[in-house]
């Protein structure tokens, strides 16, 4: 989703006659999460970011699961907010134009799905920060602290992992080392061995998923021990800036 989204009746159709097992979403509006709660799924959410567009008004936004499986538990994961340095403040009021805004209280959602002989999972809805690579190795810890050890887990949203060299400066400008903000910086390397030790694999990696950023910003982290029969990126989008991803087990 987009926050900022003008296609809403259009996105909304798009998911009404989607067929799918899961799906999760990131930046859901208030309006739109009760559009998709009269859709005949299972449905879990928990309060993504707080966006602050005046003083005296907020978005709320939300990370989603829709799943046809019941739910038997869910639960919110909540991120620290990140450092706000004098160069982040003047870079987010340049930007306000165009709808970069002060957020606070960032967070996602997992969901224990029963998807009967298939087993039991738990499915993270995830949107990491942009600020840069240190906060969201920071978020990526707390995630893992969630990771089961008895049943299987799936981990899929936007990661924000920007290669893209100019928008590594922009991680600068939201507060992350100028270290981070180097062509040489490589964030990739580090996040598919994080994947590896929670014992997931990406099967879109090398994807472009954002075609302004010209990387994988969104994920779907499966078991490695799961085969997977597609891996997929839709051409169009549906009023956001993201492509939808798919992968599909068999």
């Given at each position: 989703m987009y926050c900022y989204n003008r296609k809403l009746d259009r996105a909304f159709s798009y998911i009404k006659n989607l067929d799918f097992d899961v799906l999760c979403l990131q930046e859901v509006t208030e309006d739109f999460l009760e559009r998709l709660q009269g859709l005949p799924y299972s449905i879990a959410s928990g309060l993504d970011i707080i966006k602050i567009p005046s003083r005296h008004r907020e978005n709320r936004l939300y990370t989603v699961i829709l799943s046809k499986y019941p739910i038997?538990?869910?639960?919110?994961?909540?991120?620290?907010?990140?450092?706000?340095?004098?160069?982040?403040?003047?870079?987010?009021?340049?930007?306000?134009?165009?709808?970069?805004?002060?957020?606070?209280?960032?967070?996602?959602?997992?969901?224990?799905?029963?998807?009967?002989?298939?087993?039991?999972?738990r499915i993270f809805s995830l949107h990491?920060?942009?600020?840069?690579?240190?906060?969201?190795?920071?978020?990526?810890?707390?995630?893992?602290?969630?990771?089961?050890?008895?049943?299987?887990?799936?981990?899929?949203?936007?990661?924000?992992?920007?290669?893209?060299?100019?928008?590594?400066f922009v991680s600068?400008?939201?507060?992350?080392?100028?270290?981070?903000?180097?062509p040489s910086h490589d964030e990739r390397s580090f996040v598919e061995n994080f994947f590896v030790t929670l014992g997931l694999k990406n099967p879109l990696r090398g994807q472009v998923t954002h075609p302004l950023s010209r990387s994988q910003l969104d994920h779907i982290l499966?078991?490695?021990?799961?085969?997977?029969?597609?891996?997929?990126?839709?051409d169009k989008s549906y009023g956001s800036d993201h492509k939808p991803i798919c992968v599909k087990l068999s």
């Open positions: 038997q538990h869910s639960e919110r994961i909540s991120f620290p907010d990140s450092a706000q340095p004098l160069r982040m403040r003047l870079f987010l009021f340049v930007m306000r134009p165009l709808g970069w805004v002060h957020a606070m209280d960032r967070g996602s959602v997992y969901a224990d799905i029963d998807a009967g002989k298939e087993g039991r999972f990491l920060t942009l600020a840069g690579p240190t906060y969201r190795a920071r978020e990526l810890a707390i995630v893992e602290k969630y990771v089961p050890n008895g049943y299987s887990a799936i981990l899929a949203g936007d990661f924000n992992i920007v290669e893209h060299s100019f928008f590594k600068w400008l939201l507060g992350s080392p100028i270290s981070e903000a180097l499966v078991p490695q021990t799961v085969s997977v029969s597609s891996a997929t990126v839709e």
